[in-house]
């Protein structure tokens, strides 16, 4: 079955650092997420992403933050400077246009900012 | 935009007894709803989806579009059914989560 793949699976870096989460959607879907999990909170919506651009954003998702896909396969999120309060599971998912059904989430990225 | 209320932060059943978890939804479309279960520190998996109306675990859902509602129900609960439990719905291309509520089976 496809999965949904991200780099790497713990990431620690030091607070001011940019870190960049690396996501490899499913290959022949379209909409590309984001989503944060703080450790005993709730799935916090980030980002979604299509044709390149962004389609919709959270008022989480402020200028700290920047989405790209850089080739045919990778879809990345990078938090600039990071800050204590980034530390959280990061979670990307990829599905086929306007479809739930291929909706698929990933591993997640959990980030330690120290 | 949609959004998707948890009433209960916590619940705590023992084993064998039913339980019911609430979900009410608001959305000006058609809903697709989604219940999806994290274990401890684990990824989100799906549990199921209002449109196969199948039951996953012994669990099953109903979507009630007059009540607004999605609440999950299982008539026995088993220990390991403990985790976290979020109500998801599916509109304008995205899927939005409900604060979840985290389920604990007691022996």
């Known amino acids: 079955e496809p999965e949904v793949t991200q780099t790497p699976s713990h990431q620690v870096t030091q607070m001011g650092q940019e870190v960049i989460l690396r996501c490899v959607p499913i290959?022949?879907?379209?909409?590309f997420y984001w989503y944060r999990q703080i450790l005993g909170q709730k799935v916090e919506f980030l980002v979604s992403f299509y044709n390149n651009e962004i389609s919709e954003k959270s008022e989480i998702f402020d200028d700290q933050f920047s989405v790209e896909r850089p080739d045919g396969s990778n879809f990345t999120l990078k938090i600039r400077s990071t800050k204590l309060e980034d530390s959280a599971m990061y979670f990307c998912a990829s599905s086929e246009q306007g479809s739930s059904f291929g909706y698929t989430f990933g591993s997640g990225t959990r980030l330690t900012v120290v | 935009a949609q959004r998707v209320t948890q009433p209960e932060k916590l619940l705590s059943v023992f084993k064998g007894a039913p339980v019911e978890l609430k979900c009410n939804y608001s959305y000006s479309g058609s809903p697709e709803l989604f219940w999806y279960v994290q274990y401890s520190r684990q990824r989100l998996q799906l549990l199921l989806r209002h449109i196969s109306r199948e039951s996953i675990k012994g669990f099953t859902a109903d979507l009630n579009k007059g009540e607004t509602s999605f609440h999950l129900k299982k008539p026995f609960a088993q220990e390991e059914d403990s985790a976290m439990y979020y109500c998801a719905l599916w509109g304008n291309n995205d899927m939005r989560f409900g604060a979840g509520t985290r389920l604990t089976v007691k022996p």
């Open positions: 290959s022949n879907h379209l909409y």
